[in-house]
C-alpha cells in the first residue's frame, strides 16, 4: 500500500491487477485506511461503493490494473 500527501490532504492509494479478485481486496484496503484514520463508522457505505467503482473498473476499463485512492478531507 502507497501513501503519499496531495495538497496537505491524507492520501491512500493502492494498484490492484483487473480482475474480479480484486474488488474483496479494495474492500479490504479501503476499510483498513479508515480504521487507520479513526473512521470505521465509514467502513460499511465506503465498502459498498469501492465494490460497485472496482467491479465497473474491472469490467469496462482497458487497463491491465485499477488504482484505489483514498483521499480524507477535513
Known sequence: MSRAR???APVM???LPRELESVPVARHVVRDILDHWDLPELAQDAETVISELATNAILH???AAIRVT???VD
Do not use: P
Request: charged share 25%.
Open 70 to 72: 483514498v483521499t480524507r
Open 61 to 63: 476499463a482497458r487497463m
Open 13 to 15: 492509494s493502492e494498484v
Open 6 to 8: 496531495l495538497s496537505g
